[in-house]
């Protein structure tokens, strides 16, 4: 049955972005990768109690219809040359508006993280859905979406905990205007496992974002990651409080 949802999952994903980059490249001219680089200091609680430098960064294109998105994170820490705190996370993604007004898209992505101090060796998901563009002005930006997804996870140490398993995807994005110039952000996302110890997985990111001149912002951010079938010996909840600077491109 795995891998009957494995190729399906991988059929999908060969099949639209075959698409999407055959249309992307018919638009070329029409957009330009903009993005950005962040740059702070992380202090986190739960697995890891530490205070860390992280660094981030995201590259975004439309053209037409299509949107393409890239992003990372990294947070790094060590104590008399000795690591002790690990982690990063990556996504890439595809999304095609279409219906009234372009209202609607459906997307392709495929997320991987890793947490040494949570026993995450690497956590791979692929996933494809459909999604609503609930509100699209700039001073307030509201996304909903739901896919599916097929989940690998393997740790470090503790490796009966190894799994592979089809999983949900629910996820929104809001960002509000306030203080003339500065604005508020919630980006959500939940993967509940369709097993009965698949666990489900929740991260959400707050943001405060506050320009400092047409290329520099200042941002406070918290993160929380969740997980209700942590490994054994973990903490389910883990916490971080981000200030940095952020420079856009």
Known sequence: MHRMIKKILGVCFFIFLSVGILEGNAYAAE???IGNVFAGYDQSNGNTKKGAA?????????????AFLLKGNTSYSSTNSKMDG??????????????HENKWFNFYQISADHDRFSDIKYRLTPSIGI????????????????GLGYRITRHNVNKAKDDEVLTGLLH?????????????????TVYPGFESDAGVLVRSETVFTN??????????????????????GKKKTDTRFIAGLKYNF
């Open 86 to 99: 690990q982690k990063w996370d990556a996504l890439g993604k595809y999304s095609y508006n279409f219906g």
């Open 172 to 188: 929104t994005f809001m960002k509000k205007s306030i203080f003339e110039k500065s604005y508020l952000s919630e980006d959500l």
């Open 31 to 33: 957009g330009q990768w």
């Open 211 to 232: 320009p400092l001149s047409a290329k520099m912002d200042l941002q406070l951010k918290y993160i929380v990651d969740h997980d209700t079938e942590a490994a054994e």
């Open 131 to 146: 999604g609503y563009h609930i509100a699209a002005s700039d001073e307030w930006a509201w996304d909903a979406d739901a």
């Open 54 to 66: 992280t660094l981030s960064a995201q590259a975004e294109k439309k053209v037409g219809v299509n």
